[in-house]
């Protein structure tokens, strides 16, 4: 009797059961923002803004957006500690038309999007290792639907959906297990990126690059001309003045913030951690707070071990690969994809894990199906994570086109057509989105303490209301900018949001939403 009573009392009432704990939550945190970025975004953000400072200078931004926003949500996750995170606070501080909107470009894109490509880029390194694991080893070969878009499966594609599908499966059996995946793996990437930094300010520092990089730290040289979609809108470079560094470096904040997002992933698995009106929020500080610092230690580490120019020319983009083969030669290359491959196994455990909260809060709104509002015998969302590992599984297989700028296909050395991936599309046209949303969700804050003075806040944002105010202020210069200069990504990205008002008409045709706040 005694131990039956023991096991049900870790039930919470709504039926999850509450596992996570502070280092569970921020492994959670910590492992669903480390992915495969890091290792690869430094090169685009180097030619973006074209010197070691202003690489540097990128990413600490970037960490100080991600702090304040962590920060900010430590509030809201104190207010709502319930499944749906960031859905449920929209809800709350909007309507349910901007929390459904939320979730739908969620599950649509922002969530399944990013599984798709972190699966990918595991197959993607474990081909480094297994030659036979490849994107032109075809088991359905590339089928033309239209001018711009093509449907395949090959051997890459193939180990991509088998691992969406195994960690899919997994995290069905129970929080347990997906919590022991989670831990292990970010332990193992964490402990990978430190030693990666190690490495590099020690047996792979280089003299000359260490006087090149930090002798002419602002000085610009081989940067990339930001071309706008707009006549009216004058082309700009990191070299031209005030102005071309502020573009420079708002558009080179789309791989930083993309390499830091999904921080705000535990907020949505709320509901099964304990005592999560003060846990959420401190594993939040302690998980941004240890990934920003490696971040931008790695990139100190990559401009101690190579100039400049071999960062902006790193083949494949691949920094890290590059700065050890420096001393590891060969060798390197496996030791690098052998870390990657622990590092995006971990990032979409993290994923899977938190996205289906998202959907099975919206489902027990009533705007979702309503199967996917209900938990299995092991107290989870089974069905909302096989909706998601479904979709995600079919944004694996379409590909585009690629052609070049007079809109000819592109060829391989041996005549064959050559293909992209759909989903790196979908994730450049979210971006704008999803800051979209971070921007409504802080700005929350504001309205909830208008809405609600007297709620009980365990915790209070640090800094309100400058903090939250300077988050909203530079987030909105980033996405006018974005708007002027990336324009063929931005449009489609909300085009993409809009499709939910249709959506939520639909659902509430089906049945009136009925708000639980459970």
Not at 221 to 237: A, M, Q, T, Y
């Amino acid at each position: 009797m005694e131990l039956a009573s023991t096991a049900t009392a870790t039930v919470d009432r709504t039926g999850f059961v509450r596992e996570l704990r502070l280092f569970d939550s921020t492994m959670i945190v910590a492992g669903s923002m480390i992915g495969s970025g890091i290792f690869i975004v430094s090169a685009d953000i180097a030619r973006t803004v074209g010197s070691p400072g202003g690489l540097l200078m990128v990413w600490l931004v970037t960490g100080l957006l991600t702090a304040f926003a962590a920060l900010a949500y430590g509030e809201l996750a104190g207010m709502y500690p319930q499944a749906g995170g960031q859905y449920i606070y929209l809800r709350e501080a909007y309507s349910p038309l901007f929390g459904f909107l939320y979730g739908w470009t969620l599950f649509l894109v922002i969530q399944t999007g990013t599984i798709a490509a972190v699966a990918v880029a595991f197959a993607r390194f474990l081909g480094v290792l297994a030659p036979a694991v490849s994107p032109t080893a075809w088991i359905i070969k590339p089928i033309n639907l239209s001018r711009d878009y093509a449907i395949s499966l090959s051997s890459q594609q193939l180990v991509g959906i088998l691992i969406i599908v195994l960690l899919t499966a997994l995290n069905t059996r129970g929080i347990k297990i997906g919590k022991w995946v989670q831990n292990t793996f970010t332990s193992i990437k964490t402990l990978s990126l430190i030693a990666l930094i190690l490495f590099c300010v020690t047996v792979g520092a280089n003299k000359a690059a260490i006087s090149e990089n930090f002798g002419n730290f602002w000085t610009p040289r081989g940067v990339n001309e930001i071309k706008p979609d707009f006549s009216f809108v004058p082309s700009l470079s990191a070299s031209a003045g005030m102005l071309g560094i502020l573009v420079a470096f708002c558009v080179a904040q789309v791989g930083s913030l993309f390499s830091s997002d999904a921080w705000n992933n535990v907020t949505f698995a709320a509901g099964e951690v304990k005592d999560a009106e003060r846990t959420v929020a401190k594993a939040m500080a302690a998980g941004v707070g240890l990934v920003i610092v490696l971040y931008v230690l790695a990139n100190v580490a990559y401009l101690v071990a190579m100039p400049l120019e071999q960062i902006q020319h790193a083949p494949d983009d691949r920094v890290a690969t590059a700065a050890l083969g420096k001393v590891l030669g060969q060798r390197g290359a496996a030791v690098m994809a052998l870390a990657i491959l622990f590092s995006t196994f971990g990032c979409n455990n993290g994923l899977i894990l938190a996205g289906a909260r998202v959907y099975y809060a919206m489902a027990r709104d009533g705007l979702f199906f309503r199967s996917i509002g209900r938990l299995n015998a092991r107290h989870v969302p089974s069905m909302g994570l096989v909706l998601q590992g479904v979709w995600a599984a079919l944004l694996v297989l379409p590909r585009t086109r690629s052609r070049d700028a007079a809109g000819k296909v592109l060829l391989d050395a041996t005549g064959m057509e050559q293909y992209g991936n759909l989903y790196n599309d979908l994730l450049s046209y979210v971006v704008f989105s999803v800051l979209i949303f971070y921007v409504l969700t802080i700005a929350g804050i504001f309205v909830l303490r208008r809405k609600h003075p007297q709620a009980w806040r365990p915790y209070r944002a640090i800094g309100y209301p400058l903090v939250p105010a300077i988050y909203v202020v530079m987030a909105t210069v980033i996405m006018v900018v974005l708007l002027l200069y990336q324009t063929k990504t931005t449009w489609p990205g909300l085009a993409i949001v809009l499709t939910g008002i249709p959506a939520y008409a639909i659902w509430r045709r089906m049945g009136s939403p009925q708000i639980n706040r459970d």
